[in-house]
């Protein structure tokens, strides 16, 4: 008997079932809680965490520490796009200039950034500037080495044959670098945005004093799991949000890429 086949392509199946699967994993947490397999205390009970959730934004004291890890992040996320995004596309064209800091880059990649957290807050106190930076050196190695890699992919016969036309260098830049580093960029972005907040939630353990990563340190310190397992809840969400805003960006920008599959029904 053949197996039941299911379209991927069915938003409405997708997301039934995602929601299904989300339920079934909540229900399994309430039912391990409520009959004592798993210890509230160290693993929470989902209704305390959805009524301290409820509390928060009905007494309006989560706002600011949303707001504040929310820039954090989107700041942090959006310099470090931009320098990667620079820095790659610039040495990519110089090939000199990229032997000569290969080392040097390669050094500072395999440094652990976190480490930089109180370095960062001793350079620019503990207000937001030093998640900031904290977040920028995540996001920064992510983005540059996949711009600096589509460069370097794109193809010789095409760069010839787009010079041959009397392309110029500005030119060059938009119609054949730029789409082609494009493609790795989308990819990287994606996970440039949980580094970004990552950086952020870190940089306020270490030293804060609004910002959900402070709001989750000040619960494990009363040993609050439902607050705790509710700021994570809280942070995952927006970076969720955050991931489907870079998918729309990504639809947007790159339609000109061919569907998968589009290409084999053409040629067929």
Known sequence: MPALA???????????????????AVFLWWLGTSQQWLSPFFFGD?????????????SGSIFIHLYTTLIETLLAFAIGTILGLGCGLWLALNPFLAVVTDPFIKAFNSMPRLIFAPIFAL??????????????????FVVFFNVFQGVREVSPAVLSNTRMLGASSRQLMRHVYMPSAMSWVFSSLHNAVGIAFVGSVVG?????????????????????????????????????????????????????????????????
Not at 14 to 19: D, E, M
Not at 47 to 56: E, Y
Not at 251 to 261: C, E, I, L, N, S
Request: glycine content about 10%.
């Open 123 to 140: 350079w620019f106190g503990l207000g937001i500037w030093s998640k900031i930076a904290l977040g920028v050196t995540l996001v920064f």
């Open 204 to 268: 306020e353990y270490l030293g804060s004093e609004k910002g959900v990563g402070y709001l989750i340190l000040l619960a494990e310190g009363v040993f609050d799991i439902n607050s705790v397992i509710a700021g994570i809840l809280l942070l995952t969400v927006f970076a969720l949000v955050l991931d489907t805003t870079v998918s729309l960006f990504e639809d947007h920008f790159m339609r000109w890429r061919p569907v998968a599959g589009q290409t084999v029904a053409a040629s067929a």
């Open 46 to 58: 989902p209704l305390g965490v959805a009524q301290r959730i409820v509390t928060w934004f009905a």
């Open 6 to 24: 299911l379209d991927p392509n069915n938003r409405v199946l997708v997301l039934a079932t995602r929601l299904l699967l989300l339920a079934g």
